[in-house]
């Protein structure tokens, strides 16, 4: 048996900041992880964090990672051990894990365990199919391995983790058909619903999935609308032709090792679930166990990042003696200013349950938007939700947005001081900046919008503009493309002025799509954009897009409306039906039925 | 779409050496470094499994080691999580049918 001052159970951002912290005052500590890296969950996320500062933001999820990572690895009192799985804490805080197919033991002290979550179930028929997946699960295939594991993706659940996976996958090139949500609103930040919304993506509300549709994996899913009592509506079933579903309906805290250590858990729903109780100084009911991030209860990393310094000092504090007792009361100052805002209303109820006060030095605001000035180059802040992230306040090098001391009360512009020089956009987690510049004698505008896909538009390239739904606006040209090494570039564009305030995205033009019922002057997109309403019966197909219902019969097209709607579905030619064939088969003159011939 | 992600406009994949495994005795060509239920997406192969009540099909869920959706019979030993195993040379992975044997 190894015995160590403290021993930290997983390297998320909660793990490796305490970890590192105990490391730097000297205390012998082990961190175990399962994984062959350290990191955690953070080493998939590609997305820029929100937050302040002196936390990351602004940096991509696996940016942040490499950060703390090196932090751990010049620190000579932390030993990390990858590839362990802990299997069980028995008495006396022995900790047993496998690693290389043995069972190794060790003894801390102090255990700190930061062994995160995992995503909620969501049971429906045919849910424990292949293709239906955790949203993590999606994004380990795809930011960790490079991996697309589906085409056409359905996503289950508007809270931030479903939106950013939207996004993502879009950013990997696949596409995604529609996030349904069985609340009336959107559940995560409006910011990260609007970087889907413009670029087309449905989100449709009061909606559910009824079952996933497949023999052996996805190939569709029924969804619906669902009352007030979240039943679904019959009659307002239909099917979206996907062949991934992904489930981000919430995370819940992984608590079997908290309970082992003899930590006593309760539920609390606005935590996550079960929870450990602790006090606020991250201590648990066992004196020698001390808990952080996601276990503690469901939030981000941010938050992750402070509870674990908060957990570290103390236990420092415990086993040293150092008085650290300012360095603790200021973090739990910070992280008390961070859940100050209406989006941690749940959070702070929870933790009241559990006797921790939400005592906050200031309350969030919206701040009074300054004077605009038309016709000068600034930008745009479309950030009106208070959310705890001042990035554009801080990246400003001209003083021209204020925040103020709670970060959650919402940016504003001076537009005095405002250079125009685009670093905000850049630096903005949400995406949530634009650049304008109105030239009105022109009535027109030029608009710097961030783009973060590919390809990179070029300058003179043709494309199209896109308003904050992911309509079609207008053609466009490219004036400008300022490239950034966070790979948040700037693309400019001129636009008619009417549309300066609703143009919030550029589209690289679709090909014209060809005819494919040449009666009825049907377009392959009209047809496939038909099915992925949820049209996937040739008869509706028909009767919906009028495609072989014209003159012909369908002699032209019926055998290729056939093929794109096997192509789409997965459902060979031979299973879909071909509809019916009704009299005449040639175009007659009606007058012809009124004339009798020779009735044979 | 499916498959290794090409290009990304914000990642980049090292994939440096190759590897060869075998799925029910099909010869399969990974990255170091891949799982075996990264590696079998990337081939298209969503099953992994067939559960032992029902015999459905069943896949990859969690991808992180919890939720133990993903069981396969690697080299012989059942219930191995494929989500958490590197792929390795001659490596022999089958879906697993039944709930395995204690060897």
């Known amino acids: 048996m190894k015995f160590y001052e403290t021993i930290v159970i997983g390297s998320g951002p909660a793990g490796m900041v305490g970890a590192t912290i105990l490391g730097q005052h000297g205390v012998k500590t082990l961190l175990l992880d399962e994984n062959d890296f350290i990191g955690g969950q953070l080493v998939k996320q590609t997305h820029k964090f929100f937050g302040d500062h002196a936390h990351y933001a602004s940096l991509r999820g696996f940016e942040i990672a490499q950060k703390l990572q090196d932090g751990i690895s010049s620190n000579s009192n932390v030993e990390v051990e990858n590839a362990a799985t802990v299997m069980g804490i028995y008495p006396n805080n022995t900790v047993t894990y496998i690693q290389n197919g043995k069972k190794c033991k060790a003894y801390g002290k102090k255990l700190l365990i930061t062994t995160g979550a995992m995503e909620k179930q969501l049971p429906f028929v045919n849910s424990d199919l292949p293709g239906v997946y955790g949203a993590g699960a999606i994004q380990t295939l795809m930011n960790e391995y490079g991996i697309m594991p589906g085409s056409r993706f359905m996503i289950i659940g508007s809270g931030n983790i479903g939106l950013i996976l939207a996004y993502q996958l879009i950013q990997a090139g696949a596409k995604v058909r529609a996030i349904v949500e069985a609340l009336g609103k959107i559940g995560g930040y409006a910011v990260h619903a609007n970087k889907i919304k413009r670029l087309g993506v449905p989100i449709l509300l009061n909606h559910t999935i009824v079952k996933a549709i497949g023999d052996k994996s996805v190939s569709g899913a029924v969804i619906?609308?669902?009352?007030?009592?979240?039943?679904?509506?019959?009659?307002?079933?239909?099917?979206?032709?996907?062949?991934?579903?992904?489930?981000?309906?919430?995370?819940?805290?992984?608590?079997?090792?908290?309970?082992?250590?003899?930590?006593?858990?309760?539920?609390?729903?606005?935590?996550?679930?079960?929870?450990?109780?602790?006090?606020?100084?991250?201590?648990?009911?066992?004196?020698?166990?001390?808990?952080?991030?996601?276990?503690?209860?469901?939030?981000?990393?941010?938050?992750?990042?402070?509870?674990?310094?908060?957990?570290?000092?103390?236990?420092?504090?415990?086993?040293?003696?150092?008085?650290?007792?300012?360095?603790?009361?200021?973090?739990?100052?910070?992280?008390?200013?961070?859940?100050?805002?209406?989006?941690?209303?749940?959070?702070?109820?929870?933790?009241?349950?559990?006797?921790?006060?939400?005592?906050?030095?200031?309350?969030?605001?919206?701040?009074?938007?300054?004077?605009?000035?038309?016709?000068?180059?600034?930008?745009?802040?479309?950030?009106?939700?208070?959310?705890?992230?001042?990035?554009?306040?801080?990246?400003?090098?001209?003083?021209?947005?204020?925040?103020?001391?709670?970060?959650?009360?919402?940016?504003?512009?001076?537009?005095?001081?405002?250079?125009?020089?685009?670093?905000?956009?850049?630096?903005?987690?949400?995406?949530?900046?634009?650049?304008?510049?109105?030239?009105?004698?022109?009535?027109?505008?030029?608009?710097?919008?961030?783009?973060?896909?590919?390809?990179?538009?070029?300058?003179?390239?043709?494309?199209?503009?896109?308003?904050?739904?992911?309509?079609?606006?207008?053609?466009?040209?490219?004036?400008?493309?300022?490239?950034?090494?966070?790979?948040?570039?700037?693309?400019?564009?001129?636009?008619?002025?009417?549309?300066?305030?609703?143009?919030?995205?550029?589209?690289?033009?679709?090909?014209?799509?060809?005819?494919?019922?040449?009666?009825?002057?049907?377009?392959?997109?009209?047809?496939?954009?038909?099915?992925?309403?949820?049209?996937?019966?040739?008869?509706?197909?028909?009767?919906?897009?009028?495609?072989?219902?014209?003159?012909?019969?369908?002699?032209?097209?019926?055998?290729?409306?056939?093929?794109?709607?096997?192509?789409?579905?997965?459902?060979?030619?031979?299973?879909?039906?071909?509809?019916?064939?009704?009299?005449?088969?040639?175009?007659?003159?009606?007058?012809?039925?009124?004339?009798?011939?020779?009735?044979? | 779409m499916k498959g290794r992600i090409k290009a990304h406009p914000i990642l980049e994949f090292k994939r440096e050496k190759r590897v060869k495994f075998y799925f029910e005795d099909r010869e399969i060509e990974a990255y170091e470094g891949e799982t075996v239920a990264a590696a079998l997406h990337a081939a298209g192969i969503r099953v992994l499994r067939y559960t032992s009540h029902r015999n459905r099909p069943a896949g990859l869920f969690c991808a992180i080691g919890k939720c133990s959706s993903c069981l396969m019979k690697i080299n012989g030993v059942p219930n191995v999580r494929s989500c958490m195993t590197k792929v390795s040379d001659g490596m022999k992975v089958r879906r697993q049918k039944e709930k395995g044997d204690v060897l």
């Not at chain 1, 239909?238 to 992904?246: F, H, K, N, Q, S």
């Not at chain 1, 020698?288 to 992750?304: C, K, N, R």
Request: overall charge negative; aromatic content about 6%.
């Open chain 1, 224 to 600: 619906a609308e669902i009352d007030d009592k979240f039943k679904p509506i019959t009659g307002t079933e239909r099917e979206l032709v996907v062949d991934t579903i992904a489930i981000s309906v919430g995370l819940t805290p992984l608590t079997e090792l908290s309970e082992q250590a003899g930590c006593k858990v309760e539920f609390i729903p606005e935590l996550g679930g079960y929870v450990p109780i602790r006090n606020e100084r991250m201590k648990t009911t066992n004196p020698d166990v001390f808990i952080a991030g996601d276990l503690a209860s469901i939030e981000e990393a941010t938050t992750a990042m402070i509870e674990g310094k908060i957990a570290s000092l103390e236990m420092v504090q415990e086993l040293t003696g150092k008085d650290l007792e300012k360095e603790i009361e200021n973090e739990i100052t910070i992280l008390a200013l961070f859940r100050s805002g209406p989006k941690s209303v749940k959070i702070r109820s929870g933790l009241e349950k559990m006797g921790i006060k939400n005592l906050a030095i200031s309350k969030p605001r919206i701040n009074e938007p300054k004077e605009d000035i038309v016709g000068k180059l600034r930008a745009v802040l479309e950030c009106d939700e208070e959310i705890p992230c001042n990035s554009c306040e801080v990246s400003c090098p001209f003083g021209a947005i204020y925040i103020g001391e709670n970060l959650n009360s919402t940016p504003v512009l001076d537009p005095d001081k405002c250079t125009g020089c685009g670093t905000c956009v850049n630096a903005c987690p949400g995406l949530a900046i634009f650049m304008l510049k109105e030239d009105v004698e022109n009535r027109m505008a030029l608009v710097g919008i961030p783009y973060e896909l590919l390809p990179l538009p070029v300058k003179g390239q043709k494309m199209w503009a896109m308003n904050k739904n992911g309509d079609y606006v207008c053609d466009v040209t490219v004036e400008r493309v300022v490239k950034y090494p966070n790979k948040t570039h700037l693309v400019y564009a001129k636009i008619p002025i009417e549309f300066s305030q609703s143009v919030r995205h550029f589209s690289f033009i679709k090909k014209e799509s060809p005819i494919i019922c040449r009666c009825e002057e049907v377009t392959l997109d009209e047809i496939e954009n038909t099915i992925d309403s949820g049209i996937t019966d040739f008869e509706e197909l028909k009767r919906l897009t009028r495609v072989t219902m014209g003159p012909c019969g369908g002699k032209n097209c019926k055998l290729v409306v056939l093929g794109i709607l096997s192509r789409k579905t997965g459902v060979s030619i031979s299973n879909l039906s071909q509809g019916t064939s009704r009299p005449p088969v040639k175009p007659v003159e009606f007058s012809a039925f009124l004339k009798c011939g020779d009735d044979k």
